[in-house]
């Protein structure tokens, strides 16, 4: 537990360091600006998007930027060497990112609550974001491993969001309206993410929403196992050795 203690206040302070959590604030605020932008009575719809497309992305690409930051300045040379269990490594890390995730929605929710009167079940929200945050951020550790510099990773994840996102996305904004469609999208990670998220303001059967987030947390733990299985890979590869 001290071990990861000190990993954990280690991330977040690299985060400080390369200004993470300074453009947590700034990507709020520019989405506070994009809702305070909609004219329209109910900007639910609105917010439940915004939500859905910074926890996949951000979480995805936070976890990218970090580790070659880190990258560049040697600390991962550094963990071949250290006695630092790989689990505490990674779960740290996925720790810090989901903080930086949760800073940016809190500050979004407060203004869609507080100024456009929104209704959102903010403990399901947390929990929805918990689970998609972390989903995503193991997403990310396995494009950062396939990746041998920062242009591959930014088009690994380009690839993930053309081919997860965009089809939920089509869907969410009504421009593919096919019941098989729609039934097909339930094989996405995206689709049982956009489903929690969506819970939380109503109107969701029980039934789909806890298919999707036991989906989510049968995949996390999918992921975690090859994400910690292919970190000393990894980390060898990024040694040198």
Do not use: C
Not at 6 to 20: A, D, N, P
Not at 128 to 145: C, D, E, K, N, R
Not at 208 to 227: D, M, S
């Amino acid at each position: 537990m001290t071990a990861f203690l000190v990993l954990f206040f280690g991330e977040l302070q690299r985060m400080q360091k390369y200004h993470i959590m300074t453009a947590s604030v700034l990507v709020a605020f520019f989405w506070i600006g994009m809702l305070h932008l909609i004219e329209v009575p109910d900007i639910t719809g609105f917010f439940i998007l915004l939500v859905f497309f910074d926890i996949v992305s951000m979480a995805i690409i936070m976890i990218g930027v970090t580790i070659f930051f880190e990258k560049q300045e040697g600390v991962l040379k550094s963990l071949f060497v250290s006695p630092i269990n790989r689990l505490e490594f990674i779960s740290s890390k996925t720790i810090a990112n989901l903080i930086s995730n949760l800073v940016t929605i809190a500050i979004v929710s407060l203004y869609a609550i507080l100024i456009q009167n929104i209704n959102i079940h903010l403990i399901g929200l947390f929990f929805a974001i918990m689970l998609i945050g972390t989903f995503h951020s193991l997403v990310g550790f396995l494009i950062v491993y396939r990746s041998n510099d920062f242009t591959e990773m930014l088009i690994g994840m380009m690839k993930y969001f053309i081919v997860f996102m965009l089809p939920v996305s089509f869907e969410e904004f009504g421009l593919i309206t096919s019941e098989l469609y729609s039934n097909i999208l339930f094989l996405l990670p995206t689709k049982a993410s956009s489903t929690l998220i969506t819970a939380t303001s109503g109107g969701l059967d029980t039934g789909e929403v806890t298919l999707a987030a036991v989906y989510l947390l049968v995949g996390t733990l999918i992921l975690a196992y090859f994400v910690n299985r292919g970190f000393r890979k990894f980390v060898i590869r990024e040694s040198g050795v």
